[in-house]
């Protein structure tokens, strides 16, 4: 089955620690990306990957970083995180081509405590 | 900037009748895509329906439809004979040609009255 997958899909953590949310997608898409989604704010950008070892960012890049070292997985780092990175996270993968429709995984639910 | 505005948070329609969600957008590119998604309560995103900039055709999808005025930056999505599965959060996006970023709106939650 065709899909993006996230782990984990819950997580509760305090500020400062280091955690990693995992991306995956199994359609050999060369378009990655992670979105962010809050209340009243709708989905906004975090990161995007056009390919293996190309990644450029949205528009809410500050607090993560990524990699792309293969081309199914694109996994988000936060570093240290905050109380205001708690949100909904989703990745999502497409096919190159910018009227290509995107696939998004189930999201993951963060709580920085 | 590049930016997406839903202008109805939320919005309320009876089972069977039609309902548009207003989109406008704010662009100085002339060759982008625009799209609708839809987010129901399992939070699963899915695509519902996508224009061309340069297809003056609206685009259709079963019950699905745009109203796509370029020159007034407007995409809107129409949705007839609502059922109860439509309820959901829809999000208006947007992606130019020679960027890879793509804007989404705040969304408008759609609720379906029986």
């Known amino acids: 089955e065709a899909q993006v997958t996230q782990n984990p899909r819950y997580l509760i953590t305090v500020t400062g620690k280091k955690l990693t949310v995992t991306c995956s997608q199994n359609m050999n898409h060369e378009y990655m990306s992670w979105y962010r989604q809050d209340p009243g704010l709708g989905l906004r950008q975090i990161y995007y990957?056009?390919?293996?070892?190309?990644?450029d960012k949205g528009d809410v890049p500050e607090g993560y970083k990524v990699s792309r070292k293969e081309k199914r997985n694109f996994p988000l780092i936060l570093e240290s995180p905050s109380p205001n990175q708690t949100s909904l996270y989703f990745c999502?993968?497409?096919?190159?081509?910018?009227?290509?429709?995107?696939?998004f995984g189930p999201g993951t639910r963060l709580t920085v405590l | 900037a590049q930016t997406v505005t839903q202008s109805q948070p939320e919005m309320s329609v009876q089972e069977a009748e039609t309902v548009t969600l207003s989109c406008t957008y704010d662009?100085?590119?002339?060759?982008?895509?625009l799209f609708w998604y839809k987010q129901p309560p399992s939070r699963q995103m899915i695509l519902v329906i996508r224009?061309?900039?340069?297809?003056?055709q609206n685009a259709t999808e079963n019950r699905f439809s745009v109203n796509f005025q370029k020159a007034a930056k407007s995409f809107s999505l129409k949705i007839s004979d609502s059922q109860l599965g439509d309820a959901a959060m829809y999000f208006c996006a947007y992606r130019v040609n020679r960027d890879d970023k793509i804007i989404f709106g705040k969304g408008t939650r759609l609720h379906i009255l029986p």
């Open positions: 224009q061309e900039a340069y297809k003056q």
């Open positions: 990957s056009m390919n293996v070892e190309v990644t």
């Open positions: 662009t100085s590119e002339s060759d982008y895509y």
């Open positions: 999502a993968s497409s096919r190159s081509g910018w009227g290509n429709e995107q696939f």
